[in-house]
């Protein structure tokens, strides 16, 4: 049979169609390099691959006899736009070590022309649960000031954080989920490198201080949550997609390789989910309510008295721009039974804009498995009489590793993962969506604990789902056809990637609903650009009541020092543009005096408001100004500006003293010719001019400041 390959490439771009600026070269033994408009990007880059546990390089004369560079050809998609394609096909030697014959195509689009698609091509099925598409040396041009890598997590369990590392260490490591973008603090100036089909491999990029490793099979405790079980093994024919951009500006090329996303059939899902048409939304941000933080702190319970206080209570403040839509969504620990949800349900349809909205965590299972046999059916709370059509034992529904033993989270030793691929779980998923959805009325579902799903195991079906990114994916497949367009579905703890079917919205962070607001920030400073698939990203709930970080444990009694004010605690979901969800007791008549205020100030409200998502949002989203004293790899840093190109500034001072801080008023849209620009404070109510573009902002100990700059 004659050698093969076959490769589907997709891009999407608004920038003027040119011939590509790319250009490849390879040496004999199959090193390549990357140039764009004549400047060195990727030099000396390899692939490997791992067959039968033995990496392979296929620069290797061991594994390879020959490397050629195939001609450039030029091609065109009515939907997609013109390309430049070029490759290396990598011949392996007779003996018993060759690799298999391997192509490297490589596709360079004149829209966006800054952007080159890679992926190797197999000609033959090959068993593996690794592959990288290349390791090689970056170069960002004339030598970085302040070199540095973004580091994205797997997900955001265990209080993740993301991180900008230098690179000027000769010791940096490190690896980032995903994507990473290799940038230049200074200038800006970067390379962003990530994954776009995230359908079956745990991927991401290793970094070091002058080289960088794309990997598909990323796997370790931390790095990925399987403390247990190696990556999945899977017949491939092909690596997944591998996107390189060069940007004059790093942000710039993280928005646009969240636009360049592949759904689970490598279709470009460059934009977030639509909304259900049948609730009517408004295509900005969405308010809220939620009574978890409640449960956590102890300040109440989610009782008829306190839900119907947050409905009420939100209801009076969409006057002041906290709206129009808005959601009172309970959480876990709820105790109210059919006729009593329907009540505050109700209650809660009856003004105009809200909806009411539940909690599960569909994949987890709380509690030790059982040594006697148990049989559960759909209901999972009921037991059944014994095996049957939709009777299982409890004991077969969950995750193993290769030894029988049963798979926890990471972070709770009691948390058991129920297996997507097992009958019951589909069975399960249906019945809960309808008793929510069906009975109750919800319409926003809160799903947590999705991540779980991704864990490396043993499943019921392996061919179905040999990987734990497979599982994951079939679980967002599931979910959506189980809602069936009839609610919203407001992610967890979750992946960033990929979005699914129907993922409306995203928890950036978990757990941080009190005064912990850098760890907030560091979330929406290292994953902003995720608002180029969800239509909201949540920043987890503002309350006013808990002076503390995370949860009021005795162990972290010492996070008061750095609990920040209530205005700040505002400010966090301003910039984060998306959920807005209040989590205080309202029914207190003390705590809601102390609440109301700070949620109901016009103008500060009219910024959040101006958020919009996905493409058509661009330049509506605030972005971080500089990681300059928060980078390395320390937990939780944050930088502390924020800005968007309509002159919107966020200033936030995490330090228990006064600090000022200079924003250079460039970054948040004005041209260096700008006259008489004048900075209004939306707290204070005072005024602040620049010396030219360059504004100091002083901002007292653990606040913040809004800043509206106009001219």
Known sequence: ??????????????????????????????????????????????????????????????????????????????????????????????????????????????????????????????????????????????????????????????????????????????????????????????????????????????????????????????????????????????????????YEDWRDGMEEYARMQRDGNGKPQGQPVPLPTALNLSSGPIAGW???????????????????????????????????????????????????TAVWVDHVRSHPGQLAGTYDGIVARYGLPTKAPQYVGCDFQLPCSGPGPECWLANDTLLKDDKGGFIHSLSQPNQFIRDVTHPSFECYLKHSIEQAVGRDKYTLLKQDFLNLAAYEGIRYNMTLCPTGMAAYTRLLQLLADAVQGRALIDYGISLPLPVGPAGHSRHIGCEQMFGGVEYGMNQFAGGWWQNQLYSWLDPDLVTFEGDFWFRPWDKLKFTKMLSMDGQSRVNKAVVFGGIFANGDNLSNRTTAAVAIPLLSNAKVNAMWARTRAGPTGAGTAFRPYSWQGAEGMVFLLSPSVFTRPNGDVAVFNYAPWSKTFTVNLMDAGFLSNATGVVCSDLWRGSELRPDGLSLKVEVLKLSSALLECRE
């Open 1 to 246: 049979m004659p050698l093969r390959f076959v490769a589907l490439f997709w891009v999407l771009g608004v920038v003027a169609a040119t011939e590509s600026s790319w250009i490849l070269t390879a040496t004999d033994s199959g090193r390549f390099s990357l140039s764009f408009n004549g400047q060195g990007v990727l030099s000396l880059a390899c692939p490997s691959v791992k067959v039968q546990d033995t990496e392979i390089s296929l620069c290797a004369a061991a594994h390879y006899s020959s490397a050629v560079l195939t001609n450039k050809t030029r091609g065109s998609d009515p939907s997609l736009g013109s390309y430049t394609e070029q490759g290396i096909i990598y011949a392996p030697t007779s003996g018993a070590k060759a690799g298999p014959a391997v192509q490297l195509i490589l596709q360079s689009f004149d829209s966006p022309s800054r952007v080159v698609h890679l992926r190797l091509v197999f000609d033959t099925f090959v068993q593996t649960n690794w592959i990288s598409p290349f390791e090689g040396t970056w170069s960002l041009g004339e030598s970085p000031k302040e070199p540095r890598f973004l580091r994205v997590p797997q997900d955001n369990d265990v209080q993740s954080s993301y991180a900008s590392v230098s690179s000027k260490g000769l010791l940096t490591y490190s690896t980032s989920n995903f994507v990473t973008s290799i940038y230049d603090e200074a200038s800006r100036r970067g390379i962003v490198i990530g994954f776009l089909e995230h359908d079956t491999w745990k991927s991401g990029v290793h970094f070091r201080h002058d080289s960088v490793q794309a990997i598909a099979g990323l796997n370790g405790a931390l790095l990925t949550r399987d403390y247990s079980m190696p990556h999945g093994m899977v017949n491939a024919t092909c690596s997944p997609l591998l996107s390189i951009g060069f």
């Open 290 to 340: 939620n009574g978890w933080a409640m449960e956590v702190d102890g300040s109440g319970e989610q009782d008829l008295p306190t839900l119907l206080a947050a409905s009420d209570t939100l209801a009076q403040l969409r006057s002041t721009g906290l709206g129009p839509n808005a959601i009172v969504g309970r959480d876990a620990l709820y105790g109210l039974n059919v006729s009593e």
